[in-house]
């Protein structure tokens, strides 16, 4: 991908190409190559959006439920924290 973008500097890779390519990636059953891209993509300085994420964790399912956990549980091993959940308010009127 990189060499593409050296070789034509008009067509730079930015975050869609690759998300596309991840998403590829996990298509084929290679999470391990899509979290390679991913990693490519931020040495590259292209930063990740919700859609990047989203595909990182559908492609992260499969294997994470192969060894016996979720995707919480392959995230937590990767030093990802969830969000806490406000409670909810209930009004008694």
Known sequence: ??????????????????????????????????????????AAGVQPDHITYSTLLAGARPAALAAGGGTAHCLKGRGCRG???????????
């Open 1 to 42: 991908m990189q060499a593409a973008a050296a070789s034509d500097p008009g067509c730079a890779p930015n975050v869609i190409t690759y998300s596309a390519l991840m998403t590829a990636c996990c298509a084929g059953g290679r999470p391990d190559a899509a979290q390679q891209v991913f990693r490519s993509m931020r």
């Open 83 to 93: 969000r806490r959940r406000a409670s909810r308010v209930r009004s008694t009127t």
